[in-house]
Each structure stands twice: as structure tokens, then as C-alpha cells.
Nanobody, 114 residues
Framework: VKVVESGGGLVQPGGSLTLSCVAS????????MRWYRQAPGKERELVAS????????NYADSMKGRFTISRDNAKKTVYLQMNSLKPEDTAVYYC????????WGQGTQVTVSS
């Protein structure tokens, strides 16, 4: 079971980024997927989740209306579209799936700064 994130980078406040997470080693279309983030000195927090078929999503309150989680089961990929980024969105973003155990990616750094 493996998930690999990509797409992070440096972006100005108000900008946008799309993160991708490619999965392998499990039946991707059968599992909900989640994005978490961890800012320096803070605990890891849930950003968004999506059901196995992609027909149900949930977001942390501070991300609602700005972030969109989606998935392509044919490509075994989950995405996080982030708009109207703020400096407080700066964090390492992690993809997560729970199969019989927690599986985390290595994370991708998102830095929002002018």
C-alpha cells in the first residue's frame, strides 16, 4: 500500500495550487481518501475527505469554499484543488488511506507567502 503526493510549492496569497496523490497496492476505488496537513509547531489536522465513489466529500470549516477534493478512480488518484490560499495554509500536506492500517504519503510542502 503506497500513496505519493505531488504538486506542492510556493504560491502568493490569493493564489491556487492543485495537489495530487497517486495510490498503489490496494483497491483504490473501494476506499475513502483523505488529505491532512501539518503546519510547523502544530498538530496534523484533517483537511478534506472523499468517499470511495467520490459522491460524498467533507471539509474542515476553514477550508470550506476554498478547497475541493476529488478523485479519479481509473487513475487511482485523489486531488486537492486549493484556491484563495492564505499564509496560514502553509503546511506539509499529506494523503491518507486506512486499509487494514494507516498509510501516509511522504507529504508535499505548500508555502503561501509574498
Amino acid at each position: 500500500v503506497k500513496v505519493v503526493e505531488s504538486g506542492g510549492g510556493l504560491v502568493q496569497p490569493g493564489g491556487s495550487l492543485t495537489l495530487s496523490c497517486v495510490a498503489s497496492g490496494f483497491a483504490f476505488s473501494s476506499y475513502p481518501m483523505r488529505w491532512y496537513r501539518q503546519a510547523p509547531g502544530k498538530e496534523r489536522e484533517l483537511v478534506a475527505s472523499i468517499s470511495s465513489r467520490g459522491d460524498s466529500t467533507n471539509y474542515a470549516d476553514s477550508m470550506k469554499g476554498r478547497f475541493t477534493i476529488s478523485r479519479d478512480n481509473a487513475k487511482k488518484t485523489v486531488y486537492l484543488q486549493m484556491n484563495s490560499l492564505k499564509p496560514e495554509d502553509t503546511a506539509v500536506y499529506y494523503c491518507h488511506v486506512y486499509t487494514n492500517f494507516d498509510c501516509w504519503g511522504q507529504g508535499t510542502q505548500v508555502t503561501v507567502s509574498s
